[in-house]
């Protein structure tokens, strides 16, 4: 099939055909998202910007979608806010980045990537944000800075801190591991370097290791805790614990993303400990977050797709965004999320469970579990989603407590799929526990699940070939008791009528 010839409304067509595409969860009208963007509330207005192609479902000359909400739920397509131009530094992509207020009107800060190199771009906008002019003087950060050998250069966080714009740049040093570049500014426009705020070390483990950060860090993004339990952006001298989210990349690899905990002095962070943010790996890729108007730390990330190059841009799309989710550093400095209390408004039929360990035969491809069991030592619990009725497709779901009360968590997903040109890896870690009772709220939707067991993510995709694999079942094993069990099918969020350039007429859409 050519792409190329597409008319928007048949790419639209062939997206809202895949009966694997997720309904509740955030997804570009069609073509190709990725990276959450400019991720922010301001008048009530949750925006949330994205990596998009609206051509196609593969990633090429990256475009930015916008939408907006008031629930966090129902999303409302806005124009495309940032193309790349025909030729200048973005030409060949506008990449990720964040959305600040310069006092007098919204600027988005970017990358611009051209000839595969990026450089920091910025653009204004109106009131509404519907419309985005260029900085003439862009790129406003050329290249990395010179004196060391940089692997890449790109993504952008941006904060006020005593008086200045403070701004890191991802990246790596090759030899060494990823890191991030510190830069300060009055003005948004021209920027001082101020070295690495933090550097990793790419050799402290093997790649294959769950924590190992990768030679080069994308989209890092910075934020403190603040001892009364509230959540602030960086200050360097407030002596409370900050955290880096980094995504960890290798030689073009998207691995998985990382939180770093630590503690923020002048300009340097110390890294104090390493954590996984989603045992699902690269599925919850480039988390981006911000404070929203209650005060929540919100996070949004990239879930990733599981299926080949090929089937991506057959189905007419690609890419979704996890769940919005509400994080928070616990006393023992865990990191940890939940989704946002508004996905409930999602919920639409209780499901029936007739008994412990019994079938729901058709819980539909859209559904919510949750379950709180008490787990001794070598106790279990198994549950089985998208379950075929054969029982030959199914996504296993096992949490078995190792004495000590820590929970080691798998999702088999050998046989998620019939299609074995997805990918059917086991996904996999442990949560820390010490009070023997796991809570765990389980969200499919049609070929994702994301499962929370006491506020650890893990995010992944699944493609069951069998329409009607909407099974649920769950056993306990090995002493293992259910103290209670609910579910529910959850409605579809999805706006009607979507184009993929909105609010434009289908003529300039071409
Ligand atoms: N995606 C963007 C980059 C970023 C990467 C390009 C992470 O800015 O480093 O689409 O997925």
Redo the contacts with the bound molecule.
Sequence with gaps: MNVLVETPEELLARARADRLRPGYHFVAPAGWL??PNGVAQRNGIHHLFY?YNPYGAE?RR?HWGHATSTDLVHWTDRPIALRPDDAGPDQD?C??GVLVDDGARPVLVY?GNRDGRQSACLAYGDAGMDTWVKEPGNPVIAAPPTGSDVTEF??HCVWRENGAWRQLISGGLRGLGGCVFLYESDDLISWRELGTLAVGSANDFPPNHPLWTGTTW??GDFFRFTRDGTTAPPDGRSGDPHVLLF?AWHEGR?MHPIAAVGRYRGDRFEIERYQRLDLGGRHA??PQTYIDGTGRRVLWA?MQEGRSDQEQRAAGWSGAMALPRRLWLDVGGVVRQEPVAEVTMLRAEPLSFVEEGAVVRAAGTQAELELRAELPAGASVHVELFASPDGSERTVLELRARSGGDVDVVLDRSRSSRNDGCDLTPLAGVVTNSTGVIQVRAFLDRSSVEVFIDGIALTARVYPADADATGIRFEPRDGAVVHSVAGWTLHGAEEQERRTQPMQNSMTER
């Design positions: 990725n990276d990596q990633h990256i992509g990449w990720s990358s790109r993504d994308e989209c995504s998207t890729y480039a990239w």
